[in-house]
């Protein structure tokens, strides 16, 4: 067992960077996926455990908090917990808190990779994906020194009623959205979202890519398609797709990713 471990959900990449970075920073880390069922429940043994997460619909992804309920941290472990969005961190970190309490978070923003939403420069402050990127890193820096001195938080993570209400509606949202993807003739039947895909929603019939409705809204299936095959709704053909510049499909089709 490595020292330190890291549970990353991440759909664009981004939460999966930061990851990468944290870890960096703090060595001997073993960075479990929780795109699917985590490969590794029982970390018992590591020193510091941690979370990252991004912020979908005001919370955290629905399987971050089922997948949590599964794992087993010693009470002497030190636990954090990072959400990134593009905005507003939602409730997340303090759902997340009440199933494994958390001795450290932190909050950061980045890209919108919610492209039917938003373009996916809209995030506060506003920034390119260039600065956003640069910004993100420098917080890894901080966020990784903070958690090597095993700093605590003295306030409970944010709970903002708000936030809370639309991510109760948020699974009624995202099955309706869910039927609006659309897969034009660009698809050349790679299996890149196929294979991708955390729900296994994706098939290919005839050459070509079919998408269900059991989708979590990751994005990543329509964010990372080399051929911009994918839409949702009428307006993502019209902005610019966007995924993190240091996460690849493959990257985000990891299991366990231990950095040294
Ligand atoms: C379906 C969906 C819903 C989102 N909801 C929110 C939200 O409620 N508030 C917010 O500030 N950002 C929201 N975002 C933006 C992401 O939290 C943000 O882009 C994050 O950096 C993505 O991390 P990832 O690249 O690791 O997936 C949403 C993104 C997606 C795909
Ligand atoms: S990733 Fe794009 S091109 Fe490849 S099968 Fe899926 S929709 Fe088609
Ligand atoms: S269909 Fe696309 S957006 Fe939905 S869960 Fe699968 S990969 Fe993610």
Redesign the pocket.
């Known amino acids: 067992m490595s020292e330190n471990v890291i549970f990353c ?8 960077d930061m990851a990468k970075n944290i870890a960096r920073y703090l060595g001997d880390t073993d960075i479990i996926m929780m795109r699917s069922a985590p490969v590794k429940t029982d970390v018992r043994d590591a020193k510091r455990v941690g979370f990252i ?6 919370g955290a992804p629905v399987d971050v908090l089922d997948y949590a309920k599964t794992i087993q941290v010693s009470p002497d472990s030190y636990t954090f917990g990072v959400s ?7 409730t997340g970190l303090a759902e997340l808190d009440k199933i494994i309490p958390l001795d450290y978070w932190r909050t950061v ?6 492209i039917w ?1 938003f373009p ?1 420069t809209m ?1 506060v402050p506003p920034m390119n994906a260039e600065q956003a990127q640069a910004r993100s890193e420098k917080l890894a820096q901080l966020i990784g020194a903070e958690v090597c001195a095993k700093t605590l938080t003295a306030k409970k993570p944010p709970k903002n009623p708000l ?1 809370a209400a ?1 991510n109760a509606a948020w699974p009624v949202i ?1 099955k309706k959205k869910a039927a609006g993807f659309a897969v034009s003739d660009a698809c050349v039947g790679c299996g890149q979202c196929v294979r991708l895909c955390p729900r296994g929603n994706i098939r290919l019939e005839n050459g070509r890519a079919v998408i269900g409705t059991n989708c979590i ?3 990543g299936c329509l964010q990372y398609c080399p051929t911009s095959a994918i839409s949702l709704g009428s307006v993502t053909d019209k902005r610019e797709h966007y ?2 510049v240091h996460v690849s499909a493959a990257d985000l089709m990891e299991t366990l990713i231990h950095i040294d």
């Open positions: 959900y991440s759909g664009t990449g981004n939460c999966l997460f991004p912020c979908h619909g005001g990134q969005s593009a905005s507003y961190p939602g923003t980045h890209q919108c990779s919610c939403l996916h995030m936030n639309e995202v809204q990751c994005l995924h993190n």
